[in-house]
């Protein structure tokens, strides 16, 4: 295995300071820069790690490049991903998410790994996933 962890997700969104706010009072991000037209960078998990979660309106930096080339099919499209919560503060991060009129889905669980996630949108069509291990699993 040559990976040591994720180091980033960008999202293609069509209002980047809408998009970011949205990740900042909604799911609770860490800012790691302050938005602009183009850009939002958040901290996926602890500030000061690379795991990082960037908000982005157009082409992105290596296709304006024009490589690597271009696949067939769609290139852009919602996606999904899970953001690890700790179980002792998953109710109050749906709590929040909801108080912001977010629909919330779940919980969904996993007995195979022992967890539970609850699911949301936001507001660009992209599926996030509050997943938290459950030790009563």
């Known amino acids: 295995m040559f990976s040591t962890g994720l180091a980033?997700?960008?999202?293609?969104?069509?209002?980047?300071?809408?998009?970011?706010?949205?990740?900042?009072?909604?799911?609770?991000?860490?800012?790691?820069?302050?938005?602009?037209d183009r850009w939002a960078w958040f901290f996926a998990g602890e500030q000061g790690e690379?795991?990082?979660?960037?908000?982005?309106?157009?082409t992105l930096l290596f296709e304006e490049k024009g490589s690597p080339p271009k696949g067939n099919g769609p290139r852009w499209g919602p996606i999904h991903f899970a953001l690890e919560v700790p179980c002792d503060q998953l109710d109050a991060a749906l709590a929040?998410?909801?108080?912001?009129?977010?629909?919330?889905?779940?919980?969904?669980?996993?007995?195979?790994?022992?967890?539970?996630?609850?699911?949301?949108?936001?507001?660009?069509?992209?599926?996030?996933?509050?997943?938290s291990p459950d030790p009563d699993s």
């Open 8 to 36: 980033e997700i960008v999202l293609i969104v069509q209002d980047v300071p809408k998009a970011a706010r949205f990740y900042r009072e909604v799911v609770g991000l860490a800012p790691r820069t302050e938005p602009d």
């Open 50 to 58: 690379n795991q990082l979660i960037g908000l982005h309106k157009g």
């Open 96 to 131: 929040h998410v909801r108080s912001h009129q977010i629909d919330v889905y779940g919980p969904t669980h996993f007995e195979w790994m022992n967890a539970k996630a609850y699911y949301f949108y936001d507001l660009d069509g992209n599926l996030l996933e509050f997943w």
